[in-house]
């Protein structure tokens, strides 16, 4: 009847079990979401507002003077032009890698594991050990490749100070660090591929290569896809091989200098954190706007079963 006020359904115990047990499992990583990724962000957009004070004391109130600057800036616009031409040299070597290295793993063959667990030790490793081992190796005087190039008779090539192939160079660590990491999460998307798809297109007379164009790639295309959108963030954010390889006063500087790397030496070594903040903001918005466009593309290639 209208105007009566109907009781109340009172959740059993089984469901406010069910509830406690749920928010108690997604508390910590809420909380951890919060602490160390929303504040801090919130935290940055508003330092972005200000610029440090005399010796780096004090924030003064400069409105949208940071980021006017930041558009006037050339050597922004350069570390942007390096951070892109690095994830596009990365990403989809990574990937590509990845696949076939996944694809090989998961077939019938002999040490697998052991395979698996040395394709992903770079990606356990310290990132200053894996740097500082590859800048032993590229070391122009004394360094193993280019011993072996003045072995086979071909001049010594300066891997980390020539400017034009510097970003390369580096480029090659983040491959060799990251490959196995997708290679694993790969790895996890084809062993939940059913068998059955496998067994009727051998009866039907499928080759290796059309098997793994439409049943293998089709199917494991979720995965592919988070990898592809998780590669390409990390990829943008690359800081600790630049910083330990290049110095500031390397030639190759301008060429290698990324987003990160120029947002730590304007917060922490010039002492300007609001136009630091002004750069992290910058790169926010170019990682925004590749994983929205990501997303909306998805929709034509990747397949749900």
């Known amino acids: ?24 499992l997604v508390c910590p990583t809420i909380l951890g979401i919060l602490i160390l990724n929303i504040i801090p962000i919130g935290q940055t957009f508003y330092l972005s507002f200000f610029k440090s004070g005399a010796f780096g004391r004090g924030n003064i109130f400069v409105g949208l003077e ?35 290295l ?3 793993l998961n077939g019938k063959i002999r040490g697998k594991g052991i395979y698996r667990t040395i394709y992903f030790i770079p990606m356990v490793a310290a990132p200053a050990a894996i740097t500082m081992v590859w800048k032993w190796l590229y070391n122009d005087q004394y360094g193993l490749i280019n011993h072996v190039l003045g072995r ?10 020539n400017p034009k192939i510097s970003l390369y ?6 491959i060799w660090s990251t490959v196995g990491y997708s290679m694993v999460l790969l790895l996890a998307g084809l062993q939940e591929i059913p068998k059955d798809f496998y067994e009727a297109s051998d009866i039907d007379g499928a080759s290796g290569i059309k098997q793994f164009l ?8 979720p995965t592919l896809f988070f990898v592809l959108v998780t590669s390409i963030i990390t990829a943008m954010q690359v800081f600790d091989v630049i910083y330990m ?34 750069i992290v903001m910058l790169l926010l918005a170019i990682i925004m706007v590749i994983t929205v466009i990501q997303t909306k593309l998805q929709k034509k290639w990747v397949n749900y079963m």
């Not at 071909?154 to 100070?161: A, D, K, L, P, S």
């Not at 160079?169 to 983040?174: D, L, V």
Request: glycine share 4%; net charge positive.
């Open 102 to 104: 996944a694809v090989a």
């Open 152 to 161: 086979l008779g071909i001049e010594r090539v300066n891997w980390i100070h």
């Open 169 to 174: 160079s580096i480029a090659i660590i983040g």
């Open 1 to 24: 009847m209208k105007g009566r006020n109907l009781p109340k359904r009172k959740l059993s115990k089984r469901k406010r079990n069910e509830w406690i047990w749920g928010w108690a």
């Open 245 to 278: 390889m290049v110095d500031v006063t390397s030639p190759s500087y301008n060429s290698t200098v990324s987003l990160v790397y120029l947002f730590y030496n304007n917060s922490f070594k010039y002492s300007n954190k609001g136009y630091g903040s002004a």
């Open 66 to 100: 940071n980021y006017k600057k930041l558009f006037t800036d050339t050597q922004v616009w350069c570390a942007v032009r390096n951070t892109l031409f690095y994830t596009v040299l990365v990403v989809p070597v990574t990937v590509v890698i990845a696949l076939f």
């Open 214 to 221: 439409h049943i293998t790639v089709p199917l494991v295309s």
